[in-house]
């Protein structure tokens, strides 16, 4: 079935650098991908949804410019973190939906990505 | 309206007796719905969904229900086995767009 990969599965960055995520649809083409945020012991809060082709729809209250999303080929979507800091820290999954997909899931999720910003 | 920063409910069950998750859901324009099950350090993993037009639809040893009235979901597994152990979110999608996730309930099952 679907399968998401993400890349690295965590990651440990200094305050103000860059961090790259890259999310892969195995083996379907997603039309569209989507970036969820994740704080401890807290739900999946969507960040944005990525059209393959085309600029990213952001949240309410999500820093387009400190989030950029790619999202290059319909089997690859990337979240660049601009300029980390501590709070950004947190777990970021994606997911991926193909195009006719309705039910039976919707959408297929990678495994989460573990961001520590020192 | 959108998940909140809050602490999760937490749902204790001995194993084998059955487990019921609730959930509210915030739109009503939206017409899927679907739980999640995620464990530590993973992504989310679908368990079943449920079109607006159904108020019960049964898997493997779970069963979703919807009512729309009051916009209330709900996730029953039989014979809760360890396994199950996990975190346990709804999530709400209108139009066959972006989902939305509910709050989760963290469900301990004590062997």
């Known amino acids: 079935g679907a399968v998401v990969s993400q890349h690295p599965s965590w990651v440990i960055c200094k305050s103000g650098t860059s961090v790259k995520i890259e999310c892969r649809s195995l083996d379907f083409q997603a039309t569209t991908m989507f970036w969820y945020r994740q704080f401890p012991k807290q739900s999946l809060m969507l960040m944005a949804t990525?059209?393959?082709?085309?600029?990213?729809t952001y949240e309410q209250g999500v820093e387009k410019d400190k989030f950029l999303i790619n999202h290059a080929s319909l089997t690859l979507s990337t979240l660049t973190v601009t300029s980390a800091h501590p709070e950004d820290s947190s777990f970021y999954i994606c997911?991926?939906?193909?195009?006719?997909?309705w039910g039976a899931g919707e959408q297929y999720f990678g495994p989460g990505t573990r961001l520590t910003v020192t | 309206g959108e998940n909140v920063g809050l602490h999760l409910p937490t749902l204790s069950v001995q194993e084998g007796d059955n487990s019921i998750i609730n959930c509210a859901y915030s739109?009503?324009?939206?017409?899927?719905f679907i739980w999640y099950k995620q464990e530590s350090g993973k992504g989310p993993q679908f368990i079943i969904d449920?079109?607006?037009?159904?108020d019960k639809r049964q898997g493997q040893r779970v069963t979703v229900l919807l009512n729309k009235t009051v916009k209330h979901l709900s996730l029953q597994i039989a014979a809760t086995q360890p396994g199950d152990s996990a975190v346990y979110f709804c999530a709400e999608a209108a139009g066959g767009f972006k989902t939305i996730f509910g709050a989760g309930t963290r469900l301990f099952v004590k062997a």
């Open positions: 997911s991926a939906k193909g195009s006719g997909v």
């Open positions: 739109n009503s324009a939206s017409d899927y």
């Open positions: 990525s059209n393959e082709g085309s600029k990213a």
């Open positions: 449920i079109r607006s037009n159904m």
